[in-house]
């Protein structure tokens, strides 16, 4: 029996030939919800994530991983898997997600600007915005190999109101970056993790190894670069994904030292 697995990766903005001057917008009223228990939706997200309900915002996630075999499954059946990091206002649903997708014949490194939408909190349960290839050299002068190791960090410029996505493949020495105008985005939330959009197919044993993600950091609005792990001292969140059934079948181990954590899956069925 086959398993289906994703990936978590692509969301949020404006490209920079688009630009609005920072000058020409107001910067919206803040306030920042509670984290919200995530148990039985569908979107199959596995992971962690930042919520300060003290008003922290993020301005950098970043974490690296290992492409695996099991990420092979992605977008079969017309569904979408990712694995990445992203940011996001639970408010608004604004969201920049990056990261390694399947396209059915090789890895691709993507990113994503949009809209999130879906409750309690869309940047947990609203899933996937549309993919964009990262330009450059892992785009095409490289393919990425199952067993690179490849990092992805997102980085919003709170001066400039400018977001830099950075891809890289650190096994094959390849990097690629985008920047966009971002605006005020206020992101609330940061996370790291796997979304399998195919999770209400999924069913136990949750014995399928995804991946293993280390060296996962974060950094506040106010905080000095690079910031710091996942266990430090804010409100870190831990997502299961659970299939139709409410059956627990995409779950992330416990977080090491905060900045080390895997995610494991169940089989699908039926088999694809």
Known sequence: MRFRIAALAASAAVIGALAIPAAAQA??????????VVNGYTKGLAGY???????????DVRASFTVTAEM???NNLGTFGRTGVWQCNPNTGTAVQSGIE??????????????????????????????????????NSIAINIGDTVEFEQYYNTATRWETLTAIDVTQNAQSAVSFYEGYPNFYEA??????????????????????????????YNSKHP?????????????????????????????????SFAVNAGVSSPAV
Do not use: K
């Open 27 to 36: 910067a919206p009223t803040r306030h920042n919800p509670a984290p919200q």
């Open 49 to 59: 994530y930042e919520n300060q309900r003290s008003d922290w915002r993020y301005r």
């Open 72 to 74: 092979e499954e992605l």
């Open 102 to 139: 399947w396209n059915g014949t090789s890895f691709e490194a993507v990113y994503g600007t949009g809209t999130l939408t879906g409750g309690p909190d869309p940047c947990v349960t609203g899933g996937l915005l549309a993919p964009v290839e990262f330009p450059g050299n892992i785009t």
């Open 191 to 220: 996370g790291v993790g796997v979304v399998d959009e195919c999770a209400p197919n999924l069913v136990n044993p949750v014995a399928n190894f995804v991946t293993q993600f280390s060296s996962v950091r974060v950094t506040t």
């Open 227 to 259: 910031g710091t792990s996942l266990n430090n001292g804010h409100d870190t969140e831990m997502v299961t994904g659970f299939n139709t059934s409410n059956v627990a079948v995409l779950i992330p181990t416990a977080l090491s030292g905060g900045s």
